[in-house]
């Protein structure tokens, strides 16, 4: 099958199936669906990360070495049975990477580890984005660790931290928690055995380890490779010494023990390491790593060194050199230092693979053309296809109901800025601060800005950094390229910025747009727009995804990643536009409706989004059902706003059990961090939220309210569902279906969407479909029939007619005429295959008068068998037996 630039591959690309694999579910547990994938009409088996990870990882992402494969999945072995499997079925894979961070728990991360113990000095220090030259002299050439739960003097004197010799090394012990000890800051401890135990050998060791050297920013690689050689070479001598003589194992111990008992030398010992071990509340502000977001256990690589990339990439390379793969996916593409470089490195040492790179789009902003990947992971897809299906005439009542019920101003631009900016100064703190010692020092170097104070500039970079529209820009300072669409948007941040702030000098703001545009241009300046530009994805993603998500409820629909809240719906127009541009740039992106990290199912917003279309109802309800629950409240709490999120989330997923329920509800509220949070639970909260879940889902009249409610909407929703799952399947990209949503897909946010699937029932219903017709189908829509049907037979599709799903294949609209037009969306691909839903089902009635030229020849609609021969078709007619239809033009037709 012809792919872009003329690359082949072996499996046409006709679908993806995201697999989570971990412990529970391992390689043999994957093999054991792929005969069942086959038989959907799946093509590429999508898993999740392979490479070894932290302990116990259910998702992949907390890769700790990136030389062997997971043991809790099988280990090689067990990879190997699974490709072979894969061949076996006809499959492909496409497998996620994970190049941007590790995790750095305990000892499993050897590179880590490394580092810990041998600081600027450790063969693995350039792999990590560290700041080693940090602004306070008490961090510099360290790495802060805050996990005490106090400062780290109290701990001391409380004797909770303790010196271990193991084997011919030695740890620090705090709790369950082990930390290297450079090699270095131990030779007293073993000076002080030799003397003791009158060993010479021990000394000498003693006073080898005093002469390995303590620091050397300028160290090459030969030098920190003698370094490494030594210290092993003594951690080894030691080893051996005190397994094979008592005497001189005892006195050490003995040693080590003297050392424990005074908290004076213990402290000296402490202030000798690489590391700095700080109380758990320092990481927001002086992180001198980066991270992944906020998760200090995740630290930031380095790839844009080619060693680094090379070191890190090793198994990925090889197994899509062997054909063992067909392509990656790759996680958390802006958090790369230089992701279009990076991609060229990609492609340049891979260049069949098919890649796709986890994007966050904004409404409107389009990949950056010189990316060479396929596409994106689909979430562009996913906001535009679902906002068809949210009526904008619903919009003002909507208003309405959030501003009486909720307490709160309808405007979602504001609500983002602030959240970023609360994250910014909360949880993201070491992060603005490291940008702003990096502008202090480039103002010092500017006569006419040297004047400026720290919070001068730290309020200037936040503030600019809450005002990006979208996730970051892709500026590449140290070449001085930067796009037009990049300069726009860096400018905009800033000049809204400097409108906001006008406590702030305009001069400074002006001087930023400069660096940020590349018009002021240095080293430091260089390494400031960098940087910058991987904290603006973080303050988006943090700030917006994770928490104005679930503090703004008016429409939890919107609220998906990628996605505006604050845009009500999409016009056709807009859908079409989109997808002939995506035939024409990226045939092959992939086209998502539910992934391992949307906040909610594709089949709970398309019940939600229904309310747009019955505001009205939607409002008497809530006001009915509020007043009925009101007794339930304690007191004040828990809150309007989550107590209308709370009604919404039941609409979208009933049935649902109480633990799924109160548990996502808690993650909720914490998420949302205006009355309780992760750092800082609210007990007192939480409890009467809880409380007032359980007692709401356990009050059979209200549930059968509810129902009764849910019923109504019933039909619309079905609507809803098979129109988007059909849009994905035909529309240009390809189709990722994520595991176990070919059936209703009514999960919530991770880890409710990680849950066991039912691949029994899931294969017993596949085999059942050829003896049931469009009616039975339908009848049986409470067992997901329908969206099974949909799937097997557009990928049937799809495999029939791969002229016209190809990058060669076309696209174009097909407009209904009459009353409800709109409520139509229709379009052809290639010469012979037509995909055809409703959309707003409620408003669009019973599509009297409503038709559908359809061009010359007889066409079989295969979702129901009717036959449509070309010309004016009643649309009413199409949706009679199947609410959406799938016409394939017959032979000879």
Same mark, same amino acid.
């Given at each position: 099958?012809?792919?872009?630039?003329?690359?082949?591959?072996?499996?046409?690309?006709?679908?993806?199936?995201?697999?989570?694999?971990?412990?529970?579910?391992?390689?043999?547990?994957?093999?054991?669906?792929?005969?069942?994938?086959?038989?959907?009409?799946?093509?590429?088996?999508?898993?999740?990360?392979?490479?070894?990870?932290?302990?116990?990882?259910?998702?992949?992402?907390?890769?700790?070495?990136?030389?062997?494969?997971?043991?809790?999945?099988?280990?090689?072995?067990?990879?190997?049975?699974?490709?072979? /499997?894969?061949?076996?079925?006809?499959? &492909?894979?496409?497998?996620?990477?994970?190049?941007?961070?590790?995790?750095?728990?305990?000892?499993?991360?050897?590179?880590?580890?490394?580092?810990?113990?041998?600081?600027?000095?450790?063969?693995? #220090?350039?792999?990590?984005?560290?700041?080693?030259?940090?602004?306070?002299?008490?961090?510099?050439? /360290?790495?802060?660790?805050?996990?005490?739960?106090?400062?780290?003097?109290?701990?001391?004197?409380?004797?909770?931290?303790?010196?271990?010799?193991?084997?011919?090394? +030695?740890? $620090?012990?705090?709790?369950?928690?082990?930390?290297?000890?450079?090699?270095?800051?131990?030779?007293?401890?073993?000076?002080?055995?030799?003397?003791?135990?009158?060993?010479?050998?021990?000394?000498? $060791?003693?006073?080898?380890?005093?002469?390995?050297?303590?620091?050397?920013?300028?160290?090459?690689?030969?030098?920190?490779?003698?370094?490494?050689?030594?210290?092993?070479?003594?951690?080894?001598?030691?080893?051996?010494?005190?397994?094979?003589? *008592?005497?001189? @194992?005892?006195?050490? !111990?003995?040693?080590?023990?003297?050392?424990?008992?005074?908290?004076?030398?213990?402290?000296?010992?402490?202030?000798?390491?690489?590391?700095?071990?700080?109380?758990?509340?320092?990481?927001?502000?002086?992180?001198?790593?980066?991270?992944?977001?906020?998760?200090?256990?995740?630290?930031?690589?380095?790839?844009?060194?080619?060693?680094?990339?090379?070191?890190?990439?090793?198994?990925?390379?090889?197994?899509?050199?062997?054909?063992?793969?067909? &392509? =990656?996916?790759?996680?958390?593409?802006?958090?790369?230092?230089?992701?279009?470089?990076?991609?060229?490195?990609?492609?340049? *040492?891979?260049?069949?693979?098919?890649?796709?790179?986890?994007?966050?789009?904004?409404?409107?902003?389009?990949?950056?053309?010189?990316?060479?990947?396929?596409?994106?992971?689909?979430?562009?897809?996913?906001?535009?296809?679902?906002?068809?299906?949210?009526?904008?005439?619903?919009?003002?009542?909507?208003?309405?109901?959030?501003? !009486?019920?909720?307490?709160?101003?309808?405007?979602?631009? =504001?609500?983002?800025?602030?959240?970023?900016?609360?994250?910014?100064?909360?949880?993201?703190?070491?992060?603005?601060?490291?940008?702003?010692?990096?502008?202090?020092?480039?103002?010092?170097?500017?006569?006419?800005?040297?004047?400026?104070?720290?919070?001068?500039?730290?309020?200037?970079?936040?503030?600019?950094?809450?005002?990006?529209?979208?996730?970051?820009?892709?500026?590449?300072?140290?070449?001085?390229?930067?796009?037009?669409?990049? @300069?726009?948007? #860096?400018?905009?941040?800033?000049?809204?910025?400097?409108?906001?702030?006008?406590?702030?000098?305009?001069?400074?703001?002006?001087?930023?747009?400069?660096?940020?545009?590349?018009?002021?241009?240095?080293?430091?300046?260089?390494?400031?727009?960098?940087?910058?530009?991987?904290?603006?994805?973080?303050?988006?993603? /943090?700030?917006?995804?994770?928490? *104005?998500?679930?503090?703004?409820?008016?429409?939890?629909?919107?609220?998906? =990643?990628?996605?505006?809240?604050?845009?009500?719906? @999409?016009?056709?127009?807009? +859908?079409?536009?989109?997808?002939?541009?995506?035939? %024409?740039?990226?045939? +092959?992106?992939?086209?998502?409706?539910?992934?391992?990290?949307?906040?909610?199912?594709?089949?709970?917003?398309?019940?939600?989004? =229904?309310?747009?279309?019955?505001?009205?109802?939607?409002?008497?309800?809530?006001?009915?059902?509020?007043?009925?629950?009101?007794?339930?409240?304690?007191?004040? $709490?828990?809150?309007?706003?989550?107590?209308?999120?709370?009604?919404?989330?039941?609409?979208?997923?009933?049935?649902?059990?109480?633990?799924?329920?109160?548990?996502?509800?808690?993650?909720?509220?914490?998420?949302?961090?205006?009355?309780?949070?992760?750092?800082?639970?609210?007990?007192?909260?939480?409890?009467?939220?809880? /409380?007032?879940?359980?007692?709401?889902?356990?009050?059979?009249?209200?549930?059968?309210?509810?129902?009764?409610?849910?019923?109504?909407?019933?039909? #619309?929703?079905?609507?809803?569902?098979?129109?988007?799952?059909?849009?994905?399947?035909?529309?240009?990209?390809?189709?990722?279906?994520?595991?176990?949503?070919?059936?209703?897909?009514?999960?919530?946010?991770?880890?409710?969407?990680?849950?066991?699937?039912?691949?029994?029932?899931?294969?017993?219903?596949?085999?059942?479909?050829?003896?049931?017709? #469009?009616?039975?189908?339908?009848?049986?829509?409470?067992?997901?029939?329908?969206?099974?049907?949909?799937?097997?037979?557009?990928?049937?599709?799809?495999?029939?007619?791969?002229?016209?799903?190809? %990058?060669?294949?076309?696209?174009?609209?097909?407009?209904?005429?009459?009353?409800?037009? !709109?409520?139509?969306?229709?379009?052809?691909?290639?010469?012979?295959?037509?995909?055809?839903?409703?959309?707003?089902?409620?408003? *669009?009635?019973?599509?009297?008068?409503?038709?559908?030229?359809?061009?010359?020849?007889?066409?079989?609609?295969?979702?129901?068998?009717?036959?449509?021969?070309? &010309?004016?078709?009643?649309?009413?007619?199409?949706?009679?037996?199947?609410?959406?239809?799938?016409?394939?033009?017959?032979?000879?037709?």
């Amino acid at each position: 099958m012809p792919c872009l630039e003329g690359r082949f591959v072996l499996n046409p690309r006709r679908a993806t199936y995201r697999l989570q694999l971990h412990k529970e579910f391992d390689f043999a547990a994957a093999c054991g669906v792929l005969d069942y994938l086959r038989d959907l009409g799946i093509s590429h088996v999508y898993s999740s990360p392979v490479l070894q990870t932290a302990p116990g990882s259910k998702h992949g992402y907390d890769v700790v070495d990136y030389h062997h494969v997971n043991e809790e999945l099988g280990g090689e072995q067990a990879r190997k049975g699974f490709v072979r /499997k894969l061949e076996e079925t006809g499959l &492909g894979q496409v497998l996620d990477i994970v190049p941007n961070h590790m995790a750095i728990t305990g000892s499993r991360n050897a590179w880590w580890w490394d580092t810990l113990e041998n600081g600027t000095l450790s063969r693995y #220090a350039p792999y990590f984005d560290i700041e080693w030259n940090a602004p306070e002299e008490r961090l510099r050439n /360290k790495i802060l660790l805050p996990v005490l739960e106090d400062h780290s003097g109290r701990v001391i004197e409380a004797g909770k931290l303790k010196l271990e010799r193991c084997g011919g090394g +030695f740890v $620090l012990r705090y709790n369950e928690h082990a930390y290297p000890v450079a090699p270095e800051s131990v030779a007293d401890v073993l000076k002080d055995a030799a003397e003791r135990a009158d060993s010479r050998q021990l000394g000498f $060791l003693a006073d080898a380890l005093a002469r390995l050297p303590e620091a050397a920013a300028d160290a090459g690689w030969t030098a920190l490779q003698a370094r490494h050689r030594n210290k092993e070479a003594i951690r080894e001598l030691l080893g051996r010494l005190c397994s094979e003589q *008592a005497k001189i @194992a005892a006195a050490v !111990e003995e040693a080590v023990e003297r050392m424990n008992a005074s908290p004076d030398r213990l402290d000296d010992l402490l202030m000798r390491q690489h590391y700095r071990l700080s109380r758990w509340l320092a990481a927001g502000r002086d992180l001198a790593y980066r991270r992944f977001f906020d998760v200090n256990s995740l630290v930031g690589m380095r790839v844009e060194d080619e060693r680094v990339f090379q070191d890190t990439h090793k198994l990925i390379l090889k197994w899509l050199r062997a054909g063992e793969l067909d &392509g =990656v996916r790759v996680d958390h593409a802006d958090g790369l230092h230089d992701p279009p470089e990076y991609f060229r490195r990609l492609r340049s *040492a891979a260049p069949d693979a098919w890649i796709v790179t986890e994007k966050i789009l904004q409404p409107g902003e389009r990949l950056p053309e010189n990316w060479p990947v396929e596409g994106t992971t689909g979430y562009d897809f996913l906001n535009l296809a679902n906002g068809l299906f949210v009526d904008p005439h619903g919009e003002a009542t909507l208003n309405e109901l959030y501003r !009486e019920f909720a307490g709160e101003p309808v405007d979602f631009d =504001v609500m983002r800025r602030e959240k970023k900016l609360a994250v910014l100064r909360d949880i993201l703190g070491s992060d603005v601060n490291r940008l702003t010692a990096l502008l202090l020092q480039i103002c010092e170097g500017h006569r006419e800005y040297r004047d400026y104070t720290r919070h001068e500039i730290h309020e200037a970079i936040r503030e600019t950094i809450a005002c990006y529209p979208v996730y970051r820009t892709y500026a590449r300072a140290e070449a001085g390229e930067i796009s037009e669409a990049d @300069a726009r948007t #860096a400018t905009t941040a800033v000049e809204t910025a400097r409108a906001l702030r006008t406590d702030l000098d305009e001069r400074l703001f002006q001087f930023l747009r400069g660096i940020l545009t590349l018009q002021i241009r240095g080293p430091a300046e260089s390494e400031f727009v960098m940087r910058l530009q991987q904290v603006t994805s973080a303050a988006m993603a /943090k700030g917006v995804e994770d928490t *104005a998500f679930y503090a703004f409820p008016r429409l939890i629909s919107l609220n998906e =990643v990628g996605g505006s809240p604050g845009r009500f719906g @999409a016009p056709v127009e807009e +859908f079409h536009k989109w997808c002939a541009e995506t035939q %024409a740039r990226r045939p +092959f992106t992939l086209l998502a409706t539910s992934t391992h990290d949307t906040k909610r199912g594709e089949d709970v917003r398309a019940r939600i989004n =229904v309310l747009s279309e019955i505001s009205g109802a939607w409002a008497e309800a809530v006001a009915s059902w509020s007043e009925q629950n009101a007794a339930r409240r304690t007191g004040a $709490l828990p809150d309007r706003k989550i107590e209308y999120f709370l009604y919404q989330t039941l609409v979208g997923t009933w049935p649902i059990s109480l633990e799924r329920l109160r548990d996502y509800m808690r993650k909720a509220a914490r998420e949302a961090k205006e009355h309780t949070a992760w750092i800082e639970p609210n007990e007192e909260y939480e409890e009467a939220l809880e /409380k007032f879940v359980a007692a709401v889902i356990q009050d059979g009249g209200f549930i059968a309210r509810l129902e009764a409610f849910i019923a109504g909407l019933a039909p #619309a929703a079905l609507a809803n569902s098979a129109a988007v799952t059909l849009l994905k399947l035909t529309a240009p990209g390809v189709p990722d279906i994520y595991q176990g949503s070919e059936l209703w897909d009514l999960n919530l946010v991770d880890p409710d969407n990680r849950r066991p699937v039912d691949y029994g029932l899931r294969r017993r219903l596949l085999r059942e479909l050829d003896g049931l017709g #469009a009616e039975q189908i339908v009848a049986r829509a409470g067992e997901g029939l329908p969206k099974l049907w949909i799937i097997r037979e557009a990928l049937r599709v799809r495999k029939s007619h791969p002229e016209c799903f190809g %990058a060669e294949a076309g696209y174009r609209p097909l407009w209904a005429a009459g009353p409800k037009a !709109e409520c139509v969306v229709a379009f052809q691909r290639g010469d012979d295959v037509i995909a055809i839903v409703p959309r707003l089902p409620m408003s *669009a009635g019973n599509w009297q008068d409503v038709s559908l030229e359809v061009p010359a020849g007889v066409w079989k609609n295969v979702l129901t068998g009717d036959r449509l021969q070309d &010309g004016k078709v009643d649309v009413a007619h199409l949706f009679r037996r199947f609410p959406v239809a799938l016409l394939v033009k017959e032979t000879g037709g």
